[in-house]
């Protein structure tokens, strides 16, 4: 079926740090969307990225939907404790389909 | 309350047993979707609503899952004769008009079969 391959699964960084990660899909997707998820919450949007090649900013949040639709990237910069959580990557095809296809999530922790 | 509530928050039950998921929406959200998330794993779409229409089940794993959303709003996500492997976390999330829109996630129900 479907997959969305998130990268790093994991990563610990130094607060005040930049960090990284990014999905990719073999599969076009009309829309990207980035979710945070804290211990036992529901996800929540962080960013929604609805056309190739977009760049969109929210706080120290930025994510980017490439050019061919089949990736995407999200950057965390100057890193602090509450950053701490899991980041999924989602996609949506559009159309009358109701899922989202989710990544497995990278799991951020954050060294004070 | 202003978010998507769900009931309860943890459940365990024996394997072979059933069990009833209940998710209230957004007030005056017209799309509503079912997930499961295993440990570790990201979600996996269940079952989607909008509004009167026949609910799209494209995702349900089983015969075993059904799902009910009654008057529009509150749906009831119903698992007969559990079976470990349904132990996960089951997320709700509702939408304005339709997929298209953000999708806001209640907190899940915990469910584990023992």
């Known amino acids: 079926g479907q997959q969305l391959n998130q990268s790093p699964q994991s990563m610990f960084i130094q607060e005040g740090e930049d960090v990284s990660m990014n999905c990719t899909s073999s599969?076009?997707?009309?829309?990207w969307l980035w979710y945070k998820q804290d211990p036992g919450e529901g996800p929540v949007l962080l960013i929604a990225?609805?056309?190739?090649?977009e760049l969109t900013s929210n706080g120290r949040l930025t994510a980017q939907f490439g050019i061919t639709r089949k990736d995407s990237f999200l950057n965390i910069s100057a890193s602090i404790p509450s950053d701490v959580g899991i980041y999924f990557c989602a996609g949506f095809y559009g159309g009358s389909q109701g899922n989202l296809i989710f990544g497995k999530g990278t799991k951020l922790s954050v060294k004070p | 309350g202003a978010g998507v509530s769900q009931s309860p928050s943890n459940k365990v039950t024996e394997k072979g047993k059933d069990v009833e998921l209940r998710c209230d929406p957004i007030?005056?959200?017209?799309?509503l979707y079912w997930y499961r998330q295993s440990l570790g794993q990201g979600l996996e779409f269940l079952i989607y609503?909008?509004?009167?229409?026949?609910?799209?089940k494209s995702g349900l794993p089983s015969d075993r899952f059904s799902a009910e959303r009654t008057g529009g709003s509150v749906s009831t996500l119903t698992i007969q004769r559990t079976q470990q492997e349904d132990s996960a976390v089951y997320l709700c999330?509702?939408?304005?008009?339709?997929?298209?829109?953000?999708?806001?996630f209640g907190p899940g129900t915990r469910l584990t079969v023992l």
């Open positions: 999330a509702s939408s304005l008009v339709g997929p298209g829109d953000t999708q806001y």
């Open positions: 990225l609805y056309k190739a090649g």
């Open positions: 599969s076009i997707f009309n829309t």
């Open positions: 609503f909008q509004g009167n229409s026949a609910p799209d």
């Open positions: 007030s005056g959200h017209t799309a």
